[in-house]
């Protein structure tokens, strides 16, 4: 009871922060973790209630969570135009414009908004969005209201942060046990099931199987701040210790709870008595993992997954690799790069990245993407995979597992299954996973008259996820051509050759070293759904050939990439680190 308390505080003070900081981004991120069936009928009730072409405020929120995208943005330029809007509506819709990814039409919105109310702080989220820190926090200058000062006070001490600030922890007197390493997470199982919590565990489970101590603890907040309010302040995953930093209170700022966060791992630390501490993407993470190993004397380890300042500008527009926030993101990841005893990463494409930041090769390792468990096994043939998810056997099924999200190209996927599905009355394409743009994908489904052949599982039990590798005939990894996706390998490609099951993916060299194009699948044009169609049909007119590629690629799955070979090679670079320091 005690625990459930101190989480309902910690949920009251993010969502009141939430509801200053982005009131519009906050109804959407509580409407998009409710499930489906419960976040549609209520957007669709709104959208009843205020009619369809109605531009207020909870209408146009619906339409966003119903994926309907195109017919908000097309209201929300049409209210710019309109004489007979105020400016307080107009500030109101600006926000709904940001959180639609058109800044051009909250620019066009807030040139209305003069004289609103808080318009500072739509204003400053307006530079935010951009990039332009600097700009936002100077938007808050003199503000009166306390809800505007509180604010300025977040984005200010963000943009510290950006600058270079880091917490400060005073030198103990520490002796670490043999062996240990302690892991500092993002986030993790069971409350998130994203390719990054996979790795994170299996990593885990690896080194512990490797002979290993090991235990991990997760971003101070995580997993109530993402509305898990029963979450408990540990959980036990396959044996795997999970930590949770669940203070009464958080600090007001970010850079106070970096402070915290550090002053609460190292008294984990004390208990624990790592002799390595790693960490992961992105630099917040390092700064407290780096603060925190200094204080005790023991080398750190910085693990990068991906470059998230190229996934932020992935989602602005090419202006945002010219703005402020990308380049001092991009000063921060390098500075937390140089200053580890071991860069970690996933592929060559990243290494050469790491090298060119200023890191020595030598302090580079790379830790691809593998498998473990379930993907070890012999895999089912498709029609018996299906089966047992209770799927009809006979069909054929194209598809892919992922996180939804706009760079990974899945509206291009089902424009492909469009161009493919008048010559295969027996296809049908499933989506599997969930994330921000499964409303709109819905919604491009049902206006190309597909909704009864594509299949959205939203999440899935992670104890199945083998099997829904397995009930494809062919897994589809459509990425769109950007900075990120050049360069950062994913795990399900991965996952889906050691289910023997052939891989079209887009030509882009982070998936270049996963799929040998002709051998275990093929590749594709980047962001060309012909191109795309004409690999797809390849494979679906040759049963003989998915099955060759399906087995090359397995074979060099198990051969080069599995979370045990991993273990046995960061284990290696561990003991190297420990002699060097001692």
């Given amino acids: 009871m005690k625990q459930l308390l101190t989480n309902l505080r910690l949920a009251a003070g993010t969502a009141s922060q939430h509801l200053t900081d982005d009131p519009a981004l906050l109804i959407l991120q509580i409407a998009r973790r409710l499930p489906a069936r419960v976040a549609q009928p209520l957007a669709a009730v709104t959208a009843r209630r205020y009619g369809a072409n109605s531009a207020s405020v909870p209408a146009l929120l619906a339409g966003l969570v119903r994926g309907a995208e195109a017919s908000v943005v097309r209201l929300l330029e049409e209210s710019a135009q309109s004489p007979q809007l105020m400016p307080d509506r107009a500030r109101a819709m600006a926000d709904i414009a940001l959180v639609a ?11 209305r908004a003069v004289g609103a109310s808080r318009l500072n702080s739509v204003k400053a989220r307006r530079s935010w969005y951009s990039g332009d820190v600097s700009g936002a926090v100077a938007h808050l200058e003199n503000v009166n209201s306390g809800a505007e000062r509180r604010q300025r006070a977040r984005l200010a001490a963000e943009l510290r942060i950006l600058e270079g600030w880091r917490p400060r922890i005073a030198f103990v007197d520490y002796v670490p046990r043999t062996k240990h390493v302690l892991h500092v997470l993002t986030n993790s199982l069971p409350h998130t099931t994203s390719g990054y919590a996979q790795r994170s565990h299996s990593i885990l489970s690896a080194q ?19 509305g898990k309010l029963t979450a408990h302040a540990e959980d036990v995953v396959d044996g795997i210790t999970y930590r949770r930093l669940l203070p009464p209170r958080l600090a007001a700022t970010m850079d106070g709870r970096l402070q915290q966060q550090a002053e609460e791992l190292l008294a984990i630390a004390l208990e624990f008595r790592p002799s390595i501490l790693h960490t992961t993407t992105h630099y917040v993470n390092a700064l407290v993992v ?25 989602t602005r527009g090419p ?9 001092l993101f991009k000063e921060r990841e390098g500075e937390a790069m140089r200053a580890a005893d071991l860069v970690v990463t996933l592929g060559q494409a990243m290494k050469e990245n790491i090298i060119a930041s200023g890191v020595a090769e030598r302090n580079v390792l790379v830790a691809p993407n593998a498998v473990g468990g379930q993907f070890l096994k012999e895999p089912m043939t498709p029609g018996d995979a299906r089966r047992a998810l209770e799927l009809d056997p006979e069909t054929q099924l194209i598809g892919t597992v992922s996180s939804l999200v706009g760079y990974e190209g899945l509206g291009n996927l089902i424009s492909a299954f469009g161009l493919l599905a008048p010559d295969y009355p027996r296809l049908k394409l499933m989506i599997v996973g969930d994330g921000v743009v499964l409303p709109q994908l819905r919604e491009q489904a049902r206006a190309a008259g597909l909704a009864s052949r594509v299949i959205f599982t939203g ?22 051509d950007l900075a990120v996706t050049r360069d950062v390998t994913p795990l399900k490609p991965v996952e889906a050759m050691a289910s023997a099951r052939p891989v079209v993916a887009t030509r882009l060299p982070a998936l270049s070293e996963v799929v040998c194009d ?17 690999k797809l049909g390849v494979l ?13 690629g397995r074979q060099r799955v198990l051969k080069t990439r599995t979370w045990a070979a991993n273990a046995q090679v960061m284990s290696a670079a561990y003991t190297k680190l420990m002699e060097i320091v001692h």
Wanted: charged share 25%.
């Fill in 101 to 111: 990814n058109r800044p051009d039409v909250a620019d066009a919105l807030l040139s």
């Fill in 208 to 226: 512990r199987d490797a002979g290993w101590d090991v235990m991990a603890v997760t971003r101070i907040g995580y997993p109530v701040q993402v």
């Fill in 290 to 314: 780096r603060a925190v190993a200094e204080a005790l004397g023991i080398p750190w380890v910085y693990e990068v997954r991906g470059q998230l300042a190229d996934t932020w500008a992935a």
């Fill in 319 to 327: 202006g945002a690799l010219l703005s402020e926030r990308y380049r």
């Fill in 459 to 480: 999440r899935v039990p992670r104890s199945q996820a083998h099997l829904y590798h397995q009930a494809l005939d062919i897994f589809v990894v459509p990425r769109k």
């Fill in 518 to 534: 002709g051998a275990t699948g093929l590749l594709s044009v980047p962001e060309d759904t012909i191109d795309l169609a004409a």
């Fill in 540 to 552: 679906l007119e040759s049963r003989e050939l998915r099955l060759i590629y399906g087995a090359s």
